[in-house]
């Protein structure tokens, strides 16, 4: 029976006493993950953020490595094997958490290999949309306009180059591969998450979450806004909720069709405040449009499912 | 036990299933490549029981058997040059979680410019990340060593991973008589693994690889390194057990007329067998001249060597390997061990065999006639010599030195 949120633990899996930021979207997404992945979980973490918010100080309550910056999914391969030799595999969920720079840039490979091979894990990206844990650098997954370290704005820059349309998108990117199982997700919308997890991590093969996680600090927004932010990046269209079936059946499990226009999202935070001035003004009509027809194409693709 | 004809590849792969490994995981590179294809066969014809992850680099092979190693796998993997040296970083994950990890070398030099033939520089490369490494002179003995190398490392006094290197081509690929010994005779020498270190096991949580501050790193080092001095013992018990199970015996190092020689020629792999050949030529000719042949480089036989070339008056280091700029590799651990010693012998290095050339009598004739003119002489005219340097072609690529 799908968990609800009365018949969800209240038993917590991430201690207190972790170093995380206060209203760090990640720890969220981790929380609410480990309360449906309990106790029988071993888990893989890459170096980044959830690495030290574990490592440093608490600590979950079942058997966590810490591996490099991008050999999780290779390690989480060995142990799926290993396990599977010893006869030890059923009843244990292996699972990686992993950031958006070890997962869409660093780790891409290990992760490709793994996915490519069928090994059993899930593995949940937590997108914070860039390097944070070594001090707000540019990923794969930064959008478009973003200030960072390493996309700094002034002169004729503006933040992140890379046009909205062409940043890697994980989930097509493994639906690409036939993954049994693929999904986006919002720590805004708690039950379609852990319904995920939950349906995820019960395949018989490879599945993957990719769950938009708001960072205070590296965004620029107060860090009782992380909820507002996740949220609203739904209801902009901005992120996407949808899961895709063996690669193929997509279908889009948040609709909000009574969208909000991205403005809304960007004006929030930091990040993107540059984009308001004057001189940017066609900047955000262009992040709408692509967003827009994102959303569109999104719809054909769930559209074919029920054709 | 039966008497095969076999290369070195499938001596090592031979020694796999019989240490009956969990998990292999590796990835295709000449010359250490049938390994694993032997390997594959076994697995296929269900000859050995384990799960092969056929991954998609060198990085991620060595990460599939720290993964496996962690959940309490008998974990085993092959390499070879520019694998090796894409797996750098999680070599030193492997050491620092203290995982039994055996991997075989087939030794191989790395590009630029791209060769695929034997040279040390490789594992070499891999001196410091904190695995144990052997070196074998023969087919036979790279089937032994992995048993070896099991049997000490898996030892809780121990608890770190170990390469067994093979020279590429000269002993992956060469056929010799080996004996491969019963399943069951190597089951009392090695039993199945139960490992004496903690694992990832949901019934008993721990947390793996976490941070270390200042006030703990250098603690954390220090315990691998008297753990790796401590190998040396441990080693020395295997190697006895060995070869009481199976009548040949192993040391960290194998003397051969060092007792009243005063030249002695010290190298590692297979080139020893021609050196061997060398020095009982010379020796018939009233040479006075011995043979030391390192077969533990990690852990270092410092006393061992200081023992056996301590009476000499030249010793000449065989490197095939070179620190670009410096010389040898073996040569400055080789002095390391003489320093202290009251009296010790001249030394000399000799730069051999790079790229897969092979090491033939008359260079080592060449090495011992430079040894011979430097007896009695307070310090060496020249330290680093390349007896098998081609002068004509550095010459006329204008290389002068
Ligand atoms: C091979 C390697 N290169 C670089 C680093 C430094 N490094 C550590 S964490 C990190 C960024 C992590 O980014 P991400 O995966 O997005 O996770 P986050 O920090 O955002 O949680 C980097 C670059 C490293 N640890 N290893
Ligand atoms: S920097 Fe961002 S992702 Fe990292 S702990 Fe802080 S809030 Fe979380």
């Given at each position: 029976?799908?968990?609800?949120?009365?018949?969800?633990?209240?038993?917590?899996?991430?201690?207190p006493g972790r170093a995380g930021c206060n209203g760090c979207g990640a720890v969220i997404a981790a929380r609410m993950a480990t309360k449906v992945l309990g106790r029988n979980t071993l888990m893989a973490n890459a170096t980044g953020c959830m690495c030290v918010n574990y490592g440093y100080a608490g600590a979950p309550k079942f058997p966590f490595i810490h591996t490099l910056f991008e050999n999780a999914a290779a390690i989480i391969s060995g142990m799926d094997a290993g396990l599977r030799s010893l006869h030890k595999r059923d009843d244990v969920n292996l699972v990686v958490l992993a950031g958006d720079g070890g997962t869409t840039d660093i780790g891409l490979q290990a992760l490709s290999g793994a996915v490519e091979r069928g090994h059993r894990f899930l593995y949940i990206c937590y997108d914070n949309e860039g390097y944070m844990n070594t001090g707000v650098q540019r990923s794969g997954a930064t959008p478009y306009g973003a200030k960072t370290t390493t996309t700094p704005v002034g002169g004729d820059r503006l933040g992140e180059?890379?046009?909205?349309?062409?940043?890697?998108?994980?989930?097509?990117?493994?639906?690409?591969?036939?993954?049994?199982?693929?999904?986006?997700?919002?720590?805004?919308?708690?039950?379609?998450?852990?319904?995920?997890?939950?349906?995820?991590?019960?395949?018989?093969?490879?599945?993957?979450?990719?769950?938009?996680?708001?960072?205070?600090?590296?965004?620029?927004?107060?860090?009782?806004?992380?909820?507002?932010?996740?949220?609203?990046?739904?209801?902009?269209?901005?992120?996407?909720?949808?899961?895709?079936?063996?690669?193929?059946?997509?279908?889009?499990?948040?609709?909000?069709?009574?969208?909000?226009?991205?403005?809304?999202?960007?004006?929030?935070?930091?990040?993107?405040?540059?984009?308001?001035?004057?001189?940017?003004?066609?900047?955000?009509?262009?992040?709408?449009?692509?967003?827009?027809?994102?959303?569109?194409?999104?719809?054909?693709?769930?559209?074919?499912?029920?054709? | 036990?039966?008497?095969?004809?076999?290369?070195?590849?499938?001596?090592?792969?031979?020694?796999?299933?019989?240490?009956?490994?969990?998990?292999?995981?590796?990835?295709?590179?000449?010359?250490?490549?049938?390994?694993?294809?032997?390997?594959?066969?076994?697995?296929?014809?269900?000859?050995?029981?384990?799960?092969?992850?056929?991954?998609?680099?060198?990085?991620?092979?060595?990460?599939?058997?720290?993964?496996?190693?962690?959940?309490?796998?008998?974990?085993?993997?092959?390499?070879?040059?520019?694998?090796?040296?894409?797996?750098?970083?999680?070599?030193?994950?492997?050491?620092?979680?203290?995982?039994?990890?055996?991997?075989?070398?087939?030794?191989?030099?790395?590009?630029?410019?791209?060769?695929?033939?034997?040279?040390?520089?490789?594992?070499?490369?891999?001196?410091?990340?904190?695995?144990?490494?052997?070196?074998?002179?023969?087919?036979?003995?790279?089937?032994?060593?992995?048993?070896?190398?099991?049997?000490?490392?898996?030892?809780?006094?121990?608890?770190?991973?170990?390469?067994?290197?093979?020279?590429?081509?000269?002993?992956?690929?060469?056929?010799?008589?080996?004996?491969?010994?019963?399943?069951?005779?190597?089951?009392?020498?090695?039993?199945?693994?139960?490992?004496?270190?903690?694992?990832?096991?949901?019934?008993?949580?721990?947390?793996?690889?976490?941070?270390?501050?200042?006030?703990?790193?250098?603690?954390?080092?220090?315990?691998?390194?008297?753990?790796?001095?401590?190998?040396?013992?441990?080693?020395?018990?295997?190697?006895?057990?060995?070869?009481?199970?199976?009548?040949?015996?192993?040391?960290?190092?194998?003397?051969?007329?060092?007792?009243?020689?005063?030249?002695?020629?010290?190298?590692?792999?297979?080139?020893?067998?021609?050196?061997?050949?060398?020095?009982?030529?010379?020796?018939?000719?009233?040479?006075?001249?011995?043979?030391?042949?390192?077969?533990?480089?990690?852990?270092?036989?410092?006393?061992?060597?200081?023992?056996?070339?301590?009476?000499?008056?030249?010793?000449?280091?065989?490197?095939?390997?070179?620190?670009?700029?410096?010389?040898?590799?073996?040569?400055?651990?080789?002095?390391?061990?003489?320093?202290?010693?009251?009296?010790?012998?001249?030394?000399?290095?000799?730069?051999?065999?790079?790229?897969?050339?092979?090491?033939?009598?008359?260079?080592?004739?060449?090495?011992?006639?430079?040894?011979?003119?430097?007896?009695?002489?307070?310090?060496?005219?020249?330290?680093?010599?390349?007896?098998?340097?081609?002068?004509?072609?550095?010459?006329?690529?204008?290389?002068?030195?």
């Open positions: 029976m799908a968990t609800t949120l009365k018949t969800l633990t209240d038993e917590e899996f991430v201690a180059p890379r046009p909205l349309e062409r940043r890697k998108d994980m989930v097509r990117l493994l639906a690409a591969h036939g993954i049994p199982y693929a999904a986006t997700a919002s720590i805004a919308h708690p039950l379609d998450y852990i319904r995920k997890v939950e349906r995820a991590i019960a395949i018989d093969g490879s599945s993957y979450i990719h769950v938009l996680s708001p960072c205070s600090p590296g965004w620029g927004f107060a860090e009782n806004m992380t909820i507002k932010i996740a949220r609203l990046a739904v209801e902009t269209h901005f992120f996407p909720i949808y899961e895709v079936e063996d690669g193929r059946w997509y279908r889009l499990t948040i609709k909000a069709e009574r969208k909000k226009a991205v403005e809304e999202y960007l004006r929030l935070q930091g990040r993107f405040s540059h984009l308001f001035s004057e001189r940017y003004r066609d900047e955000i009509a262009r992040i709408q449009a692509e967003v827009d027809a994102n959303w569109a194409y999104l719809k054909q693709l769930a559209a074919l499912r029920a054709g | 036990m039966s008497r095969q004809y076999i290369s070195g590849c499938c001596a090592v792969a031979e020694a796999a299933r019989l240490a009956e490994v969990n998990v292999v995981a590796a990835y295709p590179i000449t010359p250490q490549t049938s390994i694993v294809e032997y390997l594959a066969n076994y697995v296929a014809k269900g000859e050995l029981k384990a799960e092969m992850i056929p991954v998609e680099s060198e990085h991620s092979a060595m990460s599939a058997c720290i993964g496996a190693a962690c959940v309490g796998a008998r974990t085993f993997t092959a390499s070879s040059s520019q694998g090796l040296a894409l797996m750098h970083e999680c070599l030193f994950m492997a050491a620092g979680l203290r995982l039994p990890i055996v991997m075989a070398i087939a030794n191989r030099a790395l590009a630029a410019p791209v060769s695929i033939f034997c040279d040390h520089q490789d594992s070499l490369a891999q001196r410091d990340t904190g695995w144990l490494q052997f070196y074998v002179e023969n087919c036979q003995e790279a089937l032994d060593t992995i048993l070896i190398a099991y049997r000490t490392i898996e030892d809780e006094r121990v608890l770190l991973p170990a390469m067994v290197c093979l020279d590429g081509f000269f002993l992956s690929h060469i056929s010799e008589p080996v004996d491969v010994p019963e399943a069951e005779q190597v089951k009392r020498f090695l039993p199945a693994h139960s490992p004496k270190y903690p694992i990832l096991d949901v019934n008993n949580p721990g947390i793996f690889n976490v941070m270390a501050f200042p006030d703990t790193y250098e603690e954390f080092s220090y315990d691998r390194h008297v753990s790796m001095l401590r190998a040396r013992e441990v080693l020395r018990e295997s190697m006895a057990d060995f070869a009481r199970l199976f009548g040949r015996s192993y040391d960290l190092i194998e003397t051969y007329g060092c007792e009243d020689a005063e030249l002695i020629l010290l190298g590692m792999g297979s080139m020893m067998g021609t050196v061997r050949t060398a020095v009982r030529l010379l020796r018939e000719e009233g040479e006075k001249v011995g043979l030391v042949k390192i077969k533990s480089y990690r852990p270092f036989p410092t006393q061992e060597v200081a023992a056996a070339v301590q009476k000499t008056a030249v010793i000449g280091v065989l490197d095939r390997g070179l620190s670009t700029g410096l010389g040898g590799i073996i040569y400055p651990e080789v002095l390391k061990s003489l320093y202290h010693l009251t009296t010790r012998p001249l030394a000399l290095n000799f730069i051999v065999g790079l790229g897969g050339r092979d090491v033939t009598i008359p260079i080592l004739q060449r090495a011992v006639q430079e040894m011979k003119q430097a007896i009695g002489a307070s310090r060496p005219k020249r330290e680093t010599i390349w007896p098998g340097a081609d002068r004509a072609l550095l010459q006329a690529w204008g290389i002068k030195d």
